[in-house]
């Protein structure tokens, strides 16, 4: 017999799943929970934040539309005393729906239906790269310095405050200064995939981006567009 002890050892980490909806807690949970993950739950928002405080998970799957307490505003909540990473997971799928969670905080976003093993890899995919050993000095590239190991990014010495998902999608930049990455390019390095959905979450990543490290989004200096190809760092000795 295990004792429970060491059932906690073996585990991967503790998921918090937030959603409504039965059936997509018993298909999740028990996929999770397969891949050696300890999983808690909760149906409404309210219930689920007061969850996120008293478990402390390694990452939160959370729906949008929820009672008492929506998605959205359980996200923003979290984030405000937390990094956590937060998969959204949604029967919304529209432009403003996408946007508004990853401006939310959201660190993924992913459209029901959706398979739980693919859910169950995108886990993985986060809790390791949290996990994994990182260089603990800045990497100057012009005038930004990147910290690989606290995730920080300094522009002009002002410290920017990214998710962790925005600050995987700009190190791939920083770490290729002038180099163009495609759309599809960028959605293998960071989802291992690549569908329409996954190069709409990378233009929606890099418009928020842009929104902190530019002094006019609308005008990049830093992520530039090139047209029909994708995106660079431009990185010139005057920056």
Not at 17 to 38: G, P, T
Not at 113 to 128: F, M, N, T, Y
Not at 155 to 168: H, I
Request: net charge positive; glycine share 6%.
């Amino acid at each position: 017999m295990v004792d429970k002890n060491k059932k906690q050892n073996l585990s991967h980490g503790k998921i918090l799943i937030i959603d409504n909806q039965q059936e997509v807690l018993e298909q999740v949970s028990a996929a999770l929970i397969k891949s050696n993950f300890q999983v808690v739950v909760a149906t409404d928002g309210e219930k689920g934040f007061e969850i996120f405080k008293q478990e402390q998970p390694d990452l939160i799957i959370l729906e949008v539309n929820l009672p008492k307490m929506d998605g959205f505003e359980v996200c923003s909540k979290v984030k405000k005393i937390s990094n956590v990473p937060i998969i959204i997971l949604s029967s919304k799928n529209g432009e403003l729906d996408r946007l508004m969670g990853f401006r939310m905080g959201g660190d993924d976003y992913v459209a029901k239906p959706c398979s739980s093993r693919e859910l169950v890899l995108r886990v993985q995919a986060i809790i390791k790269r949290r996990k994994s050993p990182v260089g603990c000095s800045y990497q100057l590239v012009g005038k930004i310095k990147v910290n690989q190991r606290t995730h920080e990014v300094l522009v002009n010495n002002k410290k920017l405050v990214l998710t962790p998902r925005e600050f995987q999608l700009f190190n791939i930049l920083a770490s290729n200064p002038n180099f163009v990455f495609s759309k599809e390019k960028l959605a293998e390095e960071i989802w291992n995939k690549v569908d329409n959905s996954e190069k709409f979450n990378i233009s929606v990543l890099i418009k928020r981006i842009r929104e902190k490290i530019e002094k006019d989004s609308s005008n990049p200096e830093y992520i530039e567009t090139v047209r029909g190809k994708g995106y660079r760092l431009a990185i010139s000795r005057d920056k």
